[in-house]
């Protein structure tokens, strides 16, 4: 596992993260390259390695002050230790993907060809295509083919009769491939810009507009001639155009079909780890929000082997992938369950770790994980440790496409201060909760009716309160199937605190009694 950052988010300099991200076996290989280069042990690029390898945050005056270099050249000379460590990276083995294992082979190639070894050149392009077509990397493979193209063009190779006209259909066959491929995953990202950028549809006129965009972006294809990576954007923008849409049992099946393919060819799971972990990621949320519990737990599980199987490349972009996606959806778990008490270890293992990854992910992420972690600490009946968590992200700054979660973690803290009696604090978070909902396009009904009834609560006689939750309940029941609000209870599972309070029950009971009936 490589080592990580335990610096604050004041460090952000390319060059010091990428020097506290190496682990010991990758800093001992970079100083034997080093070593390797002859005479540069002594370098200034090199000193300055050593100097930051020992700082515990990037202090540039120190640099100046040691004398290797000058406030005018240090620039320069950060470029190029940049470099020397990256160069020293792409040597490792363990950075040595299919990717880039085809471009080496596309570099030998190019050397073999500039020296006018023809033939050889041929020889390792072709077995650089076939690596390529086999891994799905087919933009590689038509840079291949256009190249093999290019020295047949040039020079009388003779290797293969009608060599031309073979390498001519394969262009063609991958161009369109990969035209294919380009347009899906415009698509895709296209449609994960407007759920970032607008949210999820919100009426009849908005759904319109989104079924009309993605139907008229949807290339044409023969489904039959389609490889791995076509169908895998091919999903994968049905996936976000049924998020989009709050077709939750849509996302199901296009993730079940996306991790299909991983499924019905184990290989391509160390081939194209990260697609594989979003899929799965993707599968489970889906299943969450449909509560198919034991699809949930079949799938989770298949999670948990292909991991400590070790079928999953390790690196730090993986690590950090399995990390948000493994304990998000092992809370899910114990979320579906109700048994929130069983998974408040989960609590410190998941903080030390945001600690370990802190310059590693994006603020979104953190506080998407603070938010089920007072979630959690919610179903246990802890609501101070709730309150806790849900102002880290109250108070978090930058968080531009996570407005919908600071909603939520609004109305959560509502509830917590009431649960807790802090009737002071209670009247303050109303005023910042109002004040902050002002300023939202978006807003639920079920927000603003939940709001509203939950303010008058302060004003029933308490032998009255059973039945003013009642009329709450009743209330909200309206919208729990309605398409465009139900997204807010799976945010927030407002229903059931509601009937803990008319049945004088934990809403950890409440969710196992539900939990119960889903089982059976």
């Known amino acids: 596992m490589s080592k990580t950052i335990t610096s604050t988010n004041q460090q952000n300099d390319a060059l010091f993260i990428l020097i506290k991200s190496l682990s010991k076996s990758e800093k001992r290989q970079f100083n034997l390259y080093i070593g390797r280069l002859g005479g540069n042990v002594d370098a200034k690029f090199y000193a300055l390695f050593k100097i930051l390898e020992k700082q515990k945050n990037y202090d540039e005056r120190a640099i100046i002050k040691s004398g290797i270099v000058s406030k005018q050249q240090l620039s320069n000379l950060k470029a190029h230790l940049y470099k020397q460590i990256l160069t020293s ?173 991983f499924k019905n060819d184990s290989r391509t799971i160390y081939l194209h780890p990260v697609f594989y972990l979003k899929g799965m990621n993707y599968l489970l949320e889906s299943l969450f929000f449909i509560k198919h519990y034991e699809k949930f737990k079949i799938e989770f599980k298949y999670l948990e082997q292909n991991i400590e199987s070790q079928k999953i490349p390790n690196n730090s972009n993986t690590e950090i992938l399995i990390f948000q996606y493994y304990y998000a959806n ?127 609560l302060g004003d029933v006689f308490p032998h009255q309160i059973k039945n003013e939750f009642k009329k709450i309940y009743n209330r909200l029941k309206t919208y729990e199937n309605h398409p465009y609000e139900k997204r807010a209870f799976l945010y927030l599972d407002i229903m059931s605190w509601l009937e803990s309070k008319i049945r004088n029950k934990s809403v950890a009971q409440i969710i196992q009694e539900k939990f119960q009936k889903i089982k059976h």
Not at 144 to 173: G, P
Not at 211 to 220: C, N, R, T
Not at 359 to 365: A, F, G, I, K, R
């Open 89 to 261: 990276l792409r040597l490792n083995p363990a950075h040595k993907n299919i990717r880039i294992q085809i471009r080496e082979q596309l570099d030998f190639a190019t050397v073999l060809y500039l020296k006018g070894l023809y033939k050889q050149s041929l020889k390792l392009l072709d077995k650089a295509k076939n690596m390529a077509i086999d891994s799905e990397e087919k933009n590689i493979a038509y840079e291949i083919v256009e190249f093999e193209k290019l020295i047949e063009s040039q020079y009388i190779t003779r290797s293969i009769h009608n060599r031309a006209d073979a390498l001519t259909v394969q262009a063609k066959e991958l161009s369109q491939q990969n035209v294919i491929t380009s347009k899906l995953s415009n698509l895709s990202l296209q449609l994960y810009g407007i759920l970032l950028q607008k949210g999820y549809v919100r009426n009849d006129a908005e759904l319109k507009k989104v079924d009309d965009y993605f139907f008229s972006k949807l290339p044409k294809y023969d489904f039959d001639k389609l490889g791995f990576r076509e169908k895998l954007w091919l999903y994968k923008a049905n996936l976000w155009h049924s998020f989009l849409t709050q077709n939750f049992l849509q996302s199901y099946k296009y993730a079940n079909k996306w991790i299909d393919l």
């Open 330 to 456: 092992k809370l899910h778990l114990h979320f579906l369950e109700g048994t929130f008490e069983e998974g408040e270890y989960l609590v410190a293992i998941i903080t030390q770790k945001i600690e370990n990854y802190r310059t590693l992910l994006d603020n979104h992420h953190i506080v998407v994980l603070y938010y089920k972690i007072a979630c959690l600490y919610f179903g246990m009946g802890k609501n101070r440790e709730c309150i806790a968590y849900l102002n880290k992200i109250i108070k978090s700054k930058n968080l531009h496409v996570a407005e919908d979660l600071q909603c939520f973690a609004r109305v959560l803290s509502l509830i917590a201060h009431y649960e807790s009696g802090l009737d002071y604090h209670l009247e303050v978070q109303f005023k910042d909760t109002y004040r902050f909902l002002l300023k939202m396009e978006n807003l639920q009904e079920v927000q603003k009716e939940f709001i509203s009834s939950i303010k008058t």
